[in-house]
């Protein structure tokens, strides 16, 4: 096509419609289990009332969305910067280094999130946690801004701590998806849990394949 950008961006359109298509069609057909809903199935109805009145849903999910984009930046642009600052000669090394730090943080931010949330509501802890997230980077975009190259020690800390907020917001997130849930239940009778978790996966699924 002539431009890198040109051909990423229909090759992005050429797979991410045809899954966003295929995921609401399967949202579509998603039916309720018959513990969850003694009422009977959900229907289309109700689900359009859904999406027009639970503001709190559409909140979590552009939040989510904002997540995924900023999930799937971080996976590249540290990649990218990586090769770039400190050589082609330490790629392989430093990358093996890069892939033992996202491990840890997520397994470790998963790991302590319910020690340190414990006194948090679920949207508050969400709330913290994406803070937490966003502090790391912006000093990451600050040195980047004054110095040529970042020490590898500073980078890979600071990234560090950004996936170790984003590895603790996991159990917020999907509490307060959990809520929205119970919103459904209180302003429409049905809590339909299952049509709330697949529109979350569609959210965060385009986004993260859309990088």
């Known amino acids: 096509f002539g431009s890198n950008h040109t ?21 579509l057909l998603v039916k309720e289990g018959p513990y969850s809903e003694a009422q009977g199935d959900v229907k289309l109805k109700e689900i359009i009332a859904m999406f027009r009145q639970n503001k709190p849903m559409w909140v979590l999910q552009l939040a989510q969305v904002v997540f995924g984009l900023t999930f799937s930046f971080i996976m590249v642009a540290a990649s990218y910067y990586i090769k770039w600052a400190y050589g082609p000669n330490q790629f392989g090394l430093l990358s093996a280094v890069w892939g033992a730090i996202i491990l840890l943080s997520f397994v470790t931010g998963t790991s302590i999130a319910p020690l340190v949330l414990k006194k948090s509501i679920p949207v508050k802890g969400l709330i913290l946690t994406y803070i937490g997230s966003v502090v790391p980077l912006a000093l990451v975009f600050i040195l980047g801004l004054f110095n040529t190259t970042i020490h590898v020690t500073m980078f890979f800390a600071l990234n560090f701590v950004a996936l170790l907020f984003i590895g603790m917001s ?42």
């Open 7 to 27: 051909g990423w961006g229909i090759a992005a359109i050429v797979l991410v419609v045809p899954m966003f298509i295929m995921a609401m069609l399967g949202t």
């Open 170 to 211: 996991y159990i917020p997130a999907t509490l307060v998806n959990m809520e929205t849930m119970d919103f459904n239940k209180v302003t429409g009778g049905k809590a339909m849990e299952a049509m709330v978790s697949a529109v979350s996966v569609v959210s965060t699924g385009t986004t993260a394949w859309e990088m």
